[in-house]
Nanobody, 124 residues
Framework: QVQLVESGGGLVQAGGSLRLSCALS????????MGWFRQAPGKEREFVAA????????YYAYSVKGRFTISTDSSKSMAYLQMNSLKPEDTAVYYC?????????????????WGQGTQVTVSS
């Protein structure tokens, strides 16, 4: 069992930056795959970014590519999402999640463990 806790959300003006953190606990293996997702009111949960737990190739949704950066620090059992040049349409609850294997399928249903989410609000 893996537990995840997000932090770092808040209110920011358009063009600003936030760094989300995800603290993991439990048994985490190097082949785990980390992801960040978000869900805006009335919308489905959508993929944002992913990275192998041990680091390496990253993958981003088109809407955030070039603005967001996903990273992990396995020595601290932490994952991060650096968000720059934020836009009002980035407003959502952001979730970190992990699964036990790598896959190019980034649908949220393929991730096994989830945090409780952290609210990000971008004002125009």
């Amino acid at each position: 069992q893996v537990q995840l806790v997000e932090s770092g959300g808040g209110l920011v003006q358009a063009g600003g930056s936030l760094r989300l953190s995800c603290a993991l606990s439990g048994r985490i293996f190097s082949n785990y795959h980390m992801g960040w997702f978000r869900q805006a009111p009335g919308k489905e949960r959508e993929f944002v970014a992913a990275i192998p737990w041990s680091g390496g190739s990253t993958y981003y949704a088109y809407s955030v590519k070039g603005r967001f950066t996903i990273s992990t620090d396995s020595s601290k059992s932490m994952a991060y999402l650096q968000m720059n040049s934020l836009k009002p349409e980035d407003t959502a609850v952001y979730y970190c999640a992990t699964r036990k294997y790598y896959s190019a399928n980034y649908q949220w249903q393929t991730f096994d463990y989830w945090g409780q989410g952290t609210q990000v609000t971008v004002s125009s």
